[in-house]
C-alpha cells in the first residue's frame, strides 16, 4: 500500500524524493496510477525540502505501459501525456530508474523525465505498433529528439525492444548503473545536484532534428521502405506521418497531431483484432480446471528421440532455451546428418548477423547426439520425432517407460495420431502428452500441447512452462485427429481442391488468400511443404485427391522439384503454369464437372467459412478450451493476418447469421454435410451471438 495511493508511493531519502509505481504484473498505467503520479509529482514540486525525485518502480519491471484492458472503455482523465506534462514542469530533476522492459507509456514517461539510469539488461521500446497503434504519449515526437527520425521510425515500427546498450550513446540513458538500482538513482539525483546540471527536457532538444530538417531524402527513403511492408496496415502510416511531424512541426503541434492519430487508430478493426490476439495468446496458457498452484516440473535436461526435420529443429529449441539435451538416432549416419543440418541452421543465422559464432558454440555444445537410447535415462523432458507410425511410436514409448526416470515428462510430436493410445503403452500415462511444433521447429512460434486423457497436470505445466522458455506460444488443445490447425486446415485444402475443379485457377484462389492477408495461399503453400507428403498419406489411408495426386504422380512436388502447383523458376516465386492449367481442366471434364468463373468473394468464403465450422465443433467437442486459442493457432502456426484477429473472431465480425446462411447454401449445393452449420455455430447465429459471446455459464444449456 503506498502512501499515495494502492498504487502509488512517495518516500524520501534526505532531499531526494522517490515516488514508486507498485502495480504489478508489469505495472501497468492504470487511471489510479496515472491520478497518484499526478498528485505525487505535485507533491514534489510544492515541498520546498525535495531537491530532486526518482521515478522508479517495485517488482519485475519498469512500467509496460498503458492497461491495454482499459483501451476501448471511456477514456478517464488525467491522461498519460497530462502525467507527463506534470514531471516535465516540476522544476525540480527528475530521474527515472529503469529495469526490466520500460514499453510504450511506460518508455514514454521515462523520455518525459529529465534523466534516464538503467540497470544493465533493460529493454527499451514502443511496441504499439503491435497492438495496431502508435505511440500515444509524445514517443513519436521526444525519440526523434534523441536518436533521430529515422532510427526513431525503425524502432517504432518494429516495436522490438532494444537494449540499453545499444542505446545509450544517444543518450536515451545517461547512465547503466549495475548494483541497487533504488541507490544508484538517488545518488545520480544527488550528482545531478551537486553539478547543478541543467533541468533538460527531450521535448526541447532539437540537434537530432537538424539533418532532416535540411534534408528529408534519407527519412522518406526509410518511410517509404517501412510503408511497403506494412501491407496496407493503417499503423504504418500513421507512425510515419508522426514522426515526421517531429521535425516538420513544433512539438505541441506534432503531439497534438499524434493522440489524434492514436485515437482514431484505437477504434479500429486492425487494432481490436490485435488486442484481442494479445490477451488471447496469453489466456490460452491457462488450463480452466487447473488447479491453483500446479508447478511446473523442474527442466534440466532434455532428450529428443529422431534428428529428421522436427526432431533437430525441437534441439535447436532446447539449446536456444538454455537446456542441455541428448539426441538420438537409430543409425550414426542419420544422427551425422541431423547434427550437420543443426549446424548449418545456426551457422546461416549467424551469417545474417542474427547470432555471435560464439553463442553459436554454446548451443552447439548444448546437444549431445548418440545412437544410444540409454543416454536418455537422465532427461526430465523427451520428446520423439520419429516417423509417424503408431506402431514404431508405440515401441519407442514402451522403451521409454523403460529407461526414462521417474517423473521425466515423455512427449510426442506426432501430428496425427491419438496420443491415449501412445499413452497407454506405458505404465505412466500422467506423464505422456503432445507437444506438436511446427515445421520449421526453430523458427515456428505455435506449440500446439496436447493433453491427453490422464495427463497430469504439473506435467502440462511443465509443458506450458518449457514452451514459453523456447519463446513459443503454447496452445494446450485436446486429442483428435489434427488437433486445432490442422483439422481446420484440412477442410480449406478439400475445398480449394473442390474450386479448382469447378472452375478457379490455383493462382485465383492464392490470391484471394493474399489479398486477405495472408502470407501465401492454399496451393503455393502446398508447393512449399511438398505435395508428395500428401499424397504418401493419402496412399496409404487408400484415398485420392484429383489434382494434388495427379501432380505428385508426375513428379511434381512443389519447390523441391522445381514445379507443383506452380512453376519456380530458379527462385521461390510461384509462376502460374499452363499446364498446370491443362491438367485441371482435363480432370474436371473427365469428373463430368462444368467449369464456370468463381469469383474472389465466393473463393474467400468457401475457404474460410468451413474452417470457421469446424472450429465450432472444435469448441462444442471441448478440443479447444476458448475460441481466442483456436485464433492464436492460427496466427502462429498458419499465417492467418494478426490485424483480422483469428479466424473465431472474424467471424464474430462477418456475423455468425451470415455465415450460417452461406454455409447452408454451400452445404446443399454440394451435397457435402461437413459444410452443414455446426450446432454451435447454428444456435449462437440463431441467438444473434457471436462466438465471444459464449459465455461457459450457458455452454451447458
Ligand atoms: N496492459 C495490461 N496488462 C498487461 C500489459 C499491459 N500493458 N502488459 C502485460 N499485461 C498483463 C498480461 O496480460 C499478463 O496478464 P495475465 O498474467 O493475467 O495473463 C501479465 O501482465 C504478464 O504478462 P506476460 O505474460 O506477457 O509477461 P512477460 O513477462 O512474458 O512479458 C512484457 C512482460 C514484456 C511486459 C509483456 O507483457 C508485454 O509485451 N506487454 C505489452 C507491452 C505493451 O504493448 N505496451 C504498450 C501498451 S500501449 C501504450 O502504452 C500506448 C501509449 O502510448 C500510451
Ligand atoms: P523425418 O522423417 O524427417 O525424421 C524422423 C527421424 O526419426 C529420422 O531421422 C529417423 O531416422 C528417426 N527415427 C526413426 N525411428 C527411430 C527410432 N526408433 N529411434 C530414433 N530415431 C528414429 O520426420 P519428421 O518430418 O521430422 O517427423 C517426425 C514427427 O513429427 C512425425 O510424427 C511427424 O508426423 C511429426 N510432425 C512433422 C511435421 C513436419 O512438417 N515434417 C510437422 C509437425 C509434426
Request: hydrophobic share 40%.
Amino acid at each position: 500500500m503506498g502512501s499515495v495511493n494502492p498504487s502509488i508511493d512517495l518516500a524520501h531519502d534526505g532531499e531526494i524524493a522517490v515516488v514508486t509505481i507498485d502495480n504489478p504484473p508489469v505495472n501497468a498505467l492504470k487511471h489510479e496510477v496515472r491520478a497518484g503520479l499526478i498528485e505525487a509529482f505535485q507533491r514534489v514540486k510544492n515541498d520546498a525540502g525535495v531537491k530532486a525525485a526518482v521515478l522508479a518502480c517495485a517488482g519485475r519491471t519498469f512500467s509496460a505501459g498503458a492497461d491495454i484492458s482499459e483501451f476501448g472503455k471511456p477514456r478517464r482523465s488525467p491522461g498519460l501525456i497530462e502525467v507527463i506534462e506534470t514531471i516535465e514542469s516540476v522544476g525540480k530533476p527528475v530521474v527515472a530508474a529503469l529495469h526490466g522492459t520500460p514499453l510504450g507509456g511506460g518508455f514514454e514517461l521515462a523520455l518525459g523525465c529529465h534523466y534516464r539510469v538503467a540497470a544493465p539488461g533493460t529493454r527499451v521500446g514502443l511496441p504499439e505498433i503491435k497492438l495496431g497503434l502508435l505511440p500515444g504519449a509524445g514517443g513519436t515526437q521526444r525519440l526523434p529528439r534523441l536518436i533521430g527520425p529515422e532510427r526513431a521510425l525503425q524502432l517504432i515500427v518494429s516495436g522490438n525492444p532494444t537494449p540499453v546498450e545499444e542505446l545509450a550513446q544517444d543518450g536515451v540513458v545517461d547512465a547503466i548503473v549495475p548494483g541497487d538500482l533504488r541507490q544508484e538513482a538517488i545518488a545520480f539525483a544527488r550528482k545531478v545536484l551537486s553539478e547543478r546540471r541543467p533541468l533538460t527536457r527531450v521535448r526541447d532538444r532539437e540537434d537530432r532534428l537538424s539533418a532532416a530538417r535540411a534534408d528529408a531524402g534519407a527519412f522518406t527513403r526509410a518511410a517509404d521502405a517501412s510503408t511497403k511492408r506494412a501491407r496496407g496496415l493503417r499503423a504504418v502510416p500513421a507512425c510515419v506521418e508522426s514522426v515526421r511531424n517531429s521535425f516538420e512541426k513544433p512539438f505541441d503541434e506534432g503531439q497534438a497531431r499524434e493522440l489524434a492519430l492514436f485515437m482514431e487508430l484505437l477504434t479500429s478493426e486492425e487494432s481490436r483484432a490485435q488486442r484481442h490476439i494479445f490477451f488471447a495468446e496469453r489466456e490460452a496458457q491457462k488450463v480452466p480446471d487447473m488447479p491453483a498452484g500446479s508447478k511446473p516440473r523442474d527442466i534440466r535436461r532434455g532428450g529428443v528421440i529422431g534428428a529428421g526435420t522436427m526432431g533437430g529443429g525441437i534441439a535447436m529449441n532446447f539449446a536456444n532455451a538454455g537446456v542441455s539435451v541428448t539426441l538420438v538416432e537409430t543409425a550414426p549416419d542419420a544422427l551425422d546428418r541431423g547434427l550437420a543440418t543443426i549446424r548449418k541452421n545456426y551457422a546461416n543465422t549467424v551469417s545474417r548477423g542474427g547470432l555471435s559464432q560464439e553463442e553459436m558454440d554454446r548451443r552447439v555444445g548444448l546437444i549431445t547426439g548418440t545412437t544410444d537410447f540409454n543416454a536418455l535415462a537422465d532427461a526430465d523432458f523427451i520428446i520423439e520425432a520419429v516417423f509417424e507410425e503408431m506402431g514404431l511410436k508405440k515401441r519407442v514409448f514402451a522403451e521409454l517407460d523403460r529407461i526414462a526416470k521417474p517423473g521425466a515428462i515423455l512427449a510426442t510430436n506426432t501430428s496425427t495420431l491419438d496420443v491415449n493410445e501412445i499413452a497407454a503403452t506405458t505404465k505412466r500415462p500422467q506423464d505422456v502428452l503432445g507437444t506438436h511444433f511446427f515445421s520449421p521447429a526453430n523458427v515456428m512460434k505455435l506449440l500446439e500441447i496436447v493433453r491427453g486423457e490422464k495427463t497430469a497436470f504439473d506435467a502440462l505445466a511443465t509443458a506450458i512452462a518449457l514452451g514459453r522458455r523456447m519463446a513459443k506460444v503454447p496452445v494446450v488443445v485436446g486429442v483428435c485427429y489434427g488437433f486445432v490447425g490442422n483439422r481446420m486446415l484440412h477442410l480449406r485444402s478439400v475445398e480449394a481442391e473442390r474450386l479448382i475443379l469447378e472452375g478457379a485457377l490455383p493462382q485465383d484462389v492464392d490470391a484471394a488468400l493474399t489479398e486477405f492477408g495472408f502470407p501465401m495461399g492454399p496451393f503455393a503453400m502446398s508447393d512449399l511443404a511438398g505435395i508428395d507428403v500428401g499424397w504418401r498419406i493419402r496412399k496409404g489411408r487408400g484415398e485420392r485427391a484429383e489434382i494434388s495426386d495427379t501432380l505428385a504422380e508426375m513428379g511434381r512436388f512443389g519447390q523441391k522439384t522445381g514445379s507443383g502447383y506452380f512453376r519456380y523458376e530458379g527462385g521461390r516465386t510461384p509462376v502460374p503454369d499452363p499446364e498446370v492449367e491443362k491438367i485441371i481442366i482435363d480432370a474436371s471434364n473427365r469428373l463430368g464437372i462444368q467449369r464456370r468463373t468463381i469469383d474472389s468473394q465466393e473463393i474467400l468464403e468457401r475457404l474460410i467459412f468451413p474452417m470457421i465450422n469446424e472450429g465450432a465443433r472444435i469448441l462444442e467437442e471441448g478440443i479447444a478450451y476458448r475460441p481466442g486459442d483456436i485464433d492464436v493457432v492460427w496466427v502462429y502456426g498458419y499465417g492467418w493476418p494478426v490485424w483480422r484477429g483469428g479466424p473465431m473472431f472474424y467471424a464474430d465480425q462477418v456475423g455468425l447469421g451470415y455465415i450460417g446462411d452461406r454455409l447452408a447454401h454451400y452445404a446443399a449445393r454440394s451435397g457435402d454435410k461437413a459444410l452443414e452449420p455446426a450446432p454451435l455455430l447454428a444456435r449462437l447465429a440463431r441467438e444473434g451471438r457471436g462466438f465471444a459471446e459464449n459465455k461457459s455459464e450457458d455452454k451447458a444449456a
